[in-house]
């Protein structure tokens, strides 16, 4: 069952059920658990300091985060155990923070080049703990990341610059394709890069304890051996691409949009009020439209401006009375949250709470 709305709500607005939340968190705990993974989950996908803390309880051995920003926040917040899972390059600014960082919390940072590296050690030369980190391999989705025979150079320049080289990462993008397959290929690829990596710090001297992988649409592929770390970040809330290639299914939908259907200028056609500004704009090839609509599975948003979507019905199809109020799952849900001031917690059609959304815009 998809969530239920709360009555009376102001639209548009983030809407969280707790219930589906929790089985999520507690499902992936417990799969990582039981097969022996550390799960650092990736909260750029929640931004939020009461699903931290729900992850944490859960098991979760602290968390990833993509920016500097978000590491303040949730240290801010109490999490003492941070990577930022992202080839920082720093400037003068980022410096002061990511040592005054450094010095409040277990800190670790990706790197990806030797000058990115330098740069690093000469930044936090004198912190109070030495920083550790880890080197990103590009396991085939063609971002960041060095092939595994690099990780040599960028973890020697890593050591001799005095940072503590501690391991390797990566994130398999290419995972997200329509069929199973994909997911499995890419949590191999992950494998084989990831050791192939490791292998090559070792062969340097270098103690490799953290060989971190993992995304959403990989859960479920991984076998336990080379990668002993695993950072999914959607899985807490699941959204419409997730749904289109079949990582969950709508009852593990914990987050939508609620709007307003504010015109219904046709009987194949009507208009709601939340746009790019609430849903975002991200839309993979494999996604039919710009968010879905679990009580109208049949309508599709073809159009998002920034305060619109408008959503066609195929012909014969009755569609929502103008002024009701319907949900939409975002595509891909990182992106409303960082738009979002709050998420309404809702229980039996009713807003139970309003978790501020902590490392919202922190994207610096
Ligand atoms: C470096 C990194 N790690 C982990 C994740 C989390 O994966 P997912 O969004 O599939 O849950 C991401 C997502 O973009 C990422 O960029």
Redesign the pocket.
């Known amino acids: 069952m998809a969530i239920s709305l709360p009555d009376g709500v102001a639209t548009p607005a983030l809407v969280v059920d707790p219930e589906v939340l929790d089985s999520n968190i507690s499902r992936m705990a417990e799969a990582s658990q039981s097969q022996g993974f550390v799960l650092r989950p990736?909260a750029?996908?929640h931004k939020c300091a009461q699903i931290a803390d729900r992850q944490l309880r859960a098991g979760a051995h602290g968390l990833?985060v993509?920016t500097i920003g978000e590491a303040e926040a949730f240290a801010q917040v109490g999490v003492d155990d941070l990577f930022i899972?992202?080839p920082v390059w720093l400037d003068a600014d980022k410096t002061q923070r990511l040592r005054r960082l450094a010095d409040d919390v277990a800190l670790k940072v990706g790197v990806e080049s030797v000058e990115g590296a330098r740069r690093l050690g000469k930044a936090l030369r004198g912190s109070v703990r030495r920083v550790q980190v880890l080197v990103e391999v590009d396991s085939g989705s063609h971002r960041t990341g060095v092939q595994p025979p690099a990780a040599g150079e960028v973890g020697k320049a890593a050591a001799d610059a005095g940072l503590d080289v501690v391991g390797v990462f990566t994130?398999p993008?290419h995972g997200y394709g329509h069929d199973t397959q994909a997911r499995e290929r890419a949590a191999r690829d992950e494998e084989r890069t990831l050791g192939e990596a490791a292998q090559v710090l070792r062969d340097l001297g270098l103690d490799v304890r953290v060989v971190s992988g993992?995304?959403?649409?990989t859960v479920g592929q991984w076998q336990p051996g080379t990668v002993n770390e695993l950072?999914?970040?959607?899985?807490v809330f699941n959204d419409a691409t997730q749904l289109a290639i079949g990582t969950c299914d709508v009852e593990d939908l914990a987050l939508v949009a609620a709007a307003t259907v504010i015109s219904v200028p046709a009987p194949d056609r009507f208009v709601l009020d939340v746009g790019s500004k609430v849903l975002g704009s991200d839309r993979s090839s494999w996604v039919t439209g710009h968010g879905y609509l679990p009580k109208f599975p049949q309508g599709i948003i073809t159009g998002l401006w920034e305060h619109h979507a408008v959503v066609r019905l195929p012909d014969g199809v009755r569609g929502p009375r103008l002024g009701s109020v319907v949900a939409v799952v975002p595509n891909h849900i990182?992106t409303p949250v960082n738009l979002a001031d709050e998420l309404l917690v809702v229980q039996d059609r009713e807003v139970v709470d309003r978790w501020p959304v902590t490392a919202r815009g922190a994207n610096t």
Do not use: I
């Open positions: 990736h750029k996908s990833s993509a899972a992202y994130f993008g993992g995304s959403t649409p950072r999914p970040g959607v899985y990182c």
